[in-house]
């Protein structure tokens, strides 16, 4: 009995210990609101993703997510450029409210690191980049190559599994910084650069002479991209979900960025109106008002805008859709309803 007893007591402890780390944690949102800006991981310099312009302005795929998200809240947004070694710690020690940095949702991440995904911005795979007069033409012309990739990433543990595998040799050059991993190859100190397809197709675009590269054809992952937050932050990884899910049903339901306001006021569509704030109380379900929607949209746009806008076909990466078209046109991209 006395054991017994002893469990019951460690286990209310745990209990109550636990609580009050989510208790602590569900106050990001007002943490947010009361410093009147949202803190955003980001990458340091992936082009199309994220990249200081000529003004020194952020502007990417994954930055434009940050501020549709701010837009929500009504606060502003503040990037802070993080490697892959250095992205987990920032946002565990609370530096950052949430990283939107070309993360891929896994298993470990979502449960052992006390992290806390979103939802799927980006379905990608891991590719690899080689000299096209290397001879190489495909990844199993590997065996026996110098590989570059980054430490601290899924890339890494890819890269030794598809060799393992194969039963092909292997020498692996890790690196912190990606600028340091995409320099090294071009100093041909590697056979090859390893990475997500999208991430070499943004490093290609700035390396000294991208016609001399190709990507190989193989894709030897799944990478679903997704924003984070902390584990018992549920109200703030809430509007994070639901902003990215707007994002993407008004692509569906034709919600611009220019027509937003418009719709709001004049569209018979129910799903629409309660997107829209019309009808519902969606937005004080999240803890917002109701017009949280519109200012995400008229911030950044639709999935499709924002897409073509960094990634696209007429962009410097030059990347089709892909996996990432709607449900309805092929793709595999969808959020849940909003009912």
Known sequence: MKKLMMGLAAA???TALLGNVGFAASKTLEV???RGALRCGVNPNTPGYAAVDSKGVYQGFDTDFCRAIAAAIQVDVKFFPLTGKERFPA????????LSRRTTWTMSRDTRLGFQFAATTYYDGQGFIVRKNSGI???KDLDGATVCVATGTTTELNLADYFRKNNMKLKALTFESGDVVRSTYESKRCDAMTGDASSLAANKTIMKDPRAHMILPEIISKEPLAPLSRHGDN???DIIRWVINVIIIAEEKGVTQANVE???ATSNDPEVQRMLGKSGSMGKD????????????????????LFEKHLGLETPLGLPRGYNRLWNKGGILFAPPIR
Not at 91 to 98: F, H, P, R
Not at 288 to 303: E, F, H, M, P, Q
Request: aromatic residues 10%.
């Open 91 to 98: 946002l565990q020690s609370g530096e950052v409210d949430m």
């Open 262 to 264: 418009q719709m709001a």
């Open 235 to 237: 109200e703030f990884n």
């Open 12 to 14: 209310f402890v745990a």
């Open 32 to 34: 947010i609101k009361k």
């Open 286 to 305: 999240l803890g917002l008002d109701s017009k949280w929607a519109v200012r995400a949209i008229k911030a950044v746009g639709n999935y499709e805008e």
């Open 137 to 139: 033409k495909s990844a």
